[in-house]
């Protein structure tokens, strides 16, 4: 499943970075997201704004672009 198909408020592992372009995939690595985090999806911002994640107790906003290439496991 794709994180911009979670719910506010659910918590997922990521599994897949693959379809991440290499310039997003060092800024994910840089805030400690790899393969195998788990993340908190906490809200989106209104009018298509981006998703807001918690991360190892740091909050993190991504492009729903972006987001739509990350593959994660629901837990």
Do not use: W
């Amino acid at each position: 499943m794709l994180l911009t198909e979670l719910r506010q408020g659910e918590k997922a592992k990521i599994k897949d970075l693959s379809g991440v372009n290499q310039f997003m995939k060092r800024r994910l690595l840089d805030l400690g997201i790899v393969e195998g985090s788990e993340i908190h999806y906490k809200y989106t911002l209104p009018f298509g704004g981006p998703l807001i994640l918690d991360c190892s107790g740091q909050s993190i906003g991504l492009r729903r672009m972006e987001a739509a290439s990350i593959q994660v496991e629901r837990l």
